[in-house]
């Protein structure tokens, strides 16, 4: 790595202890979904993750109530294919990691940074590209180069880990600064991966489904 690189990559400092904190508290969430496979007849104990862990956990996150009730309905829709087995052990394995490592899951954050924009200073350039950022980590997410710990990274510098810790919460109000530094975060990380500047108008709701489409698409290729 070169100084230039070395000079222009935020500190991993205190952000890698949140990601940690979270990361265990989101697993804990969905632990009754990541350890049937430690058992015989995983298909009951997927839809006891996602029935008692997962779907209490949408419930109570941050996202806009129109994505939390299509997610949630996603979620429920898998149950009954789950429950008559309706989907082979590969499937079951990539649909476990698409649920344990959903970005989309924790869009909330984003949500509400957006609509802390204008209360915060940002002036119009900014809001527009505010947007334009945000819709580029969607696409980053849907081609499935964002992970969870990414996002968490990006948004920690306006966020704070839950009594709880059962994952984070954006604090509000934010400040323009605050606001700026997600920006500056998440530039660099699309950047790094090329990510195109294109409009891409999806909702959180839709890029959920989408991840889940293509877990379950047995010709689908990562």
Avoid: H
């Avoid at 945000?134 to 948004?155: G, H, N, T, Y």
């Amino acid at each position: 790595m070169n100084a230039n690189n070395e000079q222009t990559e935020p500190s991993l400092g205190p952000a890698c202890l949140v990601i940690v904190i979270v990361g265990l508290a989101i697993f804990c969430a969905i632990c009754a979904f990541g350890s049937f496979f430690m058992f015989s007849d995983q298909y009951p104990l997927a839809v006891r993750g996602i029935e008692q862990q997962l779907i209490p956990w949408v419930e109570q996150s941050q996202l806009d109530d129109s994505d939390k009730g299509e997610i949630v309905t996603e979620l429920k829709r898998l149950l009954p294919l789950l429950e008559q087995r309706g989907i082979d052990r590969e499937q079951l394995v990539r649909l476990r990691n698409c649920l344990q490592d959903n970005p989309v899951l924790l869009w909330g954050g984003v949500q509400v940074i957006e609509q802390e924009a204008t209360s915060a200073g940002l002036n119009e350039a900014e809001i527009t590209a505010l947007n334009r950022t945000s819709q580029r980590l969607m696409r980053m997410a849907v081609e499935r180069k964002l992970s969870r710990s990414d996002l968490e990274f990006v948004i920690q510098e306006c966020a704070d880990v839950k009594p709880d810790e059962s994952g984070l919460v954006i604090r509000t109000p934010l400040s323009a600064e605050q606001i700026r530094q997600f920006m500056n975060r998440a530039e660099q990380l699309l950047n790094e991966n090329n990510i195109s500047i294109e409009p891409y108008e999806l909702t959180p709701a839709a890029g959920f489904k989408q991840l889940v489409e293509m877990a379950l698409d047995k010709d689908f290729t990562p």
